[in-house]
């Protein structure tokens, strides 16, 4: 573990840079550029939001705003946007730095840290926009807002753990990242983010329980709609330990498969 | 390397050194000397993505290379560059060499391994066929190459010492190599600029249908100095008999510099051994030039100087 920071210390340069190198690369070239960081994610809030806003406004009682379910939906996309691009892009990571990994000595620790910051990065600029957009449609900003960084810690920690693991299975069985968009869809819908936990049938929604996304998504709506403290802190330090747990068992793993992986690569 | 083609060159180089492990400061120290290196001007920082695969490879080259590293390893990368710089190269390489770094390069290109390396491998579907001196090792992979059904390669020892290589199917060989000085007498040592004669016998064991003597000088290296067959000339004999004695004779003014050379000579049909090989014999004649009569001069070549000053 020790050595593992240490490598990353002294890689710090080649991250940062990696991290704006990645940024700049994907919109080089393109009119709008970093806006399109942003601009995606709010598309598909506006597109939710045309199609439910008549159906899922009645289920936010007292919220006192007529955009409420606006701010519901960008509160749980932000949750989840960040959890699904860590989750796809850790899983792809070994598989598109096959050659790197092959002809170059460097912490392959640096990899996933490169991805995860990358991936900040992002949600960070669409928290932003949201802060802004919520005050355009008169939704004050709160002090509950203090536990942002809480929340995006873990919810960042959780994906890269599911994801380093993911993405050192689809080295060996390419399977996995095809499974996974799959997965990921079902997942999306099984959380309450377009929709309220309230409007599901009881059965279902005890089942909902174990679905850490649903306690992480809550989370963020407390904090961004109610503007409260997250009511569901076991739930929220139940997903903390396990991505603990997964971070610890995916860097063991990754640690042991590393020799194999460059082979199959 | 894999260079990001939206990056300019100066991004990627910053990248890529980071990716070896170099902090931002000393990056910062070299960055100057990359760019100098390189010499692809403007496009330093202009995207990658405009790059000819000669001007990467410079900036790859030039950043690989920035700081002196304990180990080098080049796999065949420098083929790509222009003639200009892969004397740019391989001055460096050689820099390095002095200060100790280990060099470890694959190539097919001879004169590389020859002119950089101390020890070569030679690697034939995976295993490991010769280790040893470069020139001996270039002799057998020149065999080898032309190496076919009924073919031999022979490697015995040469009484100079070093290994001969002895490859071919055998059709013709040459019998006897002599180096004649002007009263005819087989010599071993000649001055520089005397005049010799190459004698060499050649016999056919089976009718050949064309027969070309190629004999090449080679250096003390095995580097190549002069070469030539009759092919070239056009003197390539056409339907010869089995059993025929032939007798080459090759006058050549001895305009070499001091040293140890030595001859290899090629029976073949065209004008190279990879068609037919009937006989490829390395160091089939080992002789010594020395400086006898000249003003002291360095290098392979004699090129007779006439130097005139004038002062006023």
């Not at chain 2, 004169?111 to 070569?120: E, H, K, S």
Request: aromatic residues 10%; contains cysteine.
């Amino acid at each position: 573990m020790k050595e593992i920071l240490a490598a990353i210390w002294s890689y710090r340069h080649f991250i940062v840079s990696s991290i704006k190198n990645d940024l700049r690369a994907r919109f080089a070239r393109s009119k709008l550029g970093a806006l399109w960081m942003i601009l995606q994610p709010l598309a598909q809030v506006a597109i939710y939001a045309l199609v439910m806003a008549r159906i899922m406004a009645a289920k936010l009682p007292g919220i006192d705003n007529r955009y409420a379910y606006v701010i519901y939906l960008m509160a749980g996309m932000i949750a989840w946007s960040l959890f699904a691009e860590v989750v796809t892009r850790s899983m792809a990571m070994f598989v598109d730095s096959g050659n790197l990994m092959k002809k170059m000595a460097f912490p392959r620790v640096c990899l996933p840290i490169i991805i995860g910051g990358s991936c900040l990065v992002n949600n960070l600029l669409l928290l932003l926009t949201a802060a802004g957009l919520f005050l355009v449609l008169g939704q004050p900003l709160s002090l509950a807002m203090l536990w942002l960084p809480v929340l995006i810690g873990i919810n960042l920690a959780f994906a890269l753990g599911i994801g380093l693991i993911l993405g050192v299975l689809n080295v060996f069985v390419r399977d996995v990242a095809q499974v996974m968009t799959v997965v990921l869809q079902l997942w999306f819908w099984f959380t309450p983010i377009v929709y309220m936990a309230s409007i599901l049938p009881d059965g279902l929604r005890a089942v909902l329980e174990f679905n850490p996304m649903m306690h992480m998504a809550v989370a963020f709506q407390d904090v961004l709609l109610y503007r409260r403290i997250p009511h569901d802190i076991l739930g929220l330090g139940i997903i903390a330990v396990a991505a603990i747990i997964l971070l610890l068992f995916s860097l063991t793993l990754f640690r042991r498969a590393s020799p194999e992986m460059v082979d199959v690569l | 390397m894999g260079f990001s083609p939206e990056l300019s060159g100066r991004e990627n180089v910053y990248h890529s050194a980071g990716l070896m492990g170099f902090s931002r400061q000393a990056i910062d120290s070299v960055i100057g000397d990359i760019e100098t290196f390189a010499e692809i001007g403007e496009y330093f920082d202009e995207p990658a993505r405009t790059y000819s695969t000669g001007m990467q490879m410079r900036v790859a080259f030039s950043v690989a290379t920035a700081f002196r590293p304990d180990i080098l390893i080049v796999d065949e990368a420098l083929s790509v560059g222009d003639s200009y710089f892969q004397h740019k190269c391989f001055k460096r390489i050689r820099e390095f060499r002095e200060l100790g770094t280990s060099l470890l390069i694959v190539s097919h290109d001879a004169g590389a391994v020859q002119n950089l390396c101390d020890r070569a491998l030679l690697l034939e579907g995976g295993a490991l066929i010769k280790d040893g001196d470069p020139a001996e090792v270039m002799d057998l992979y020149n065999a080898l190459i032309a190496e076919r059904e009924n073919s031999t390669v022979k490697v015995t020892e040469h009484q100079s010492g070093r290994k001969q290589t002895i490859s071919g199917t055998g059709e013709a060989r040459v019998e006897e190599i002599q180096l004649l000085n002007s009263d005819g007498q087989p010599i071993e040592f000649a001055g520089v600029g005397e005049s010799v004669t190459l004698r060499v016998a050649v016999a056919t064991t089976v009718d050949v249908p064309r027969l070309v003597l190629g004999y090449m000088i080679k250096d003390r290296l095995g580097q190549p100095v002069f070469g030539t067959n009759t092919h070239f000339t056009g003197q390539a004999i056409e339907l010869v008999k089995a059993g025929q004695q032939i007798e080459f004779r090759i006058a050549f003014p001895m305009n070499f510099g001091p040293g140890s050379y030595s001859i290899s000579t090629a029976l073949v049909s065209t004008d190279t051994h990879l068609v037919n090989n009937y006989e490829w014999r390395d160091l089939a004649l080992v002789f010594t030039v020395s400086n006898m009569s000249h003003a002291k001069f360095i290098g392979s070549a004699w090129v007779p100087p006439d130097i005139r000053i004038e002062m006023s």
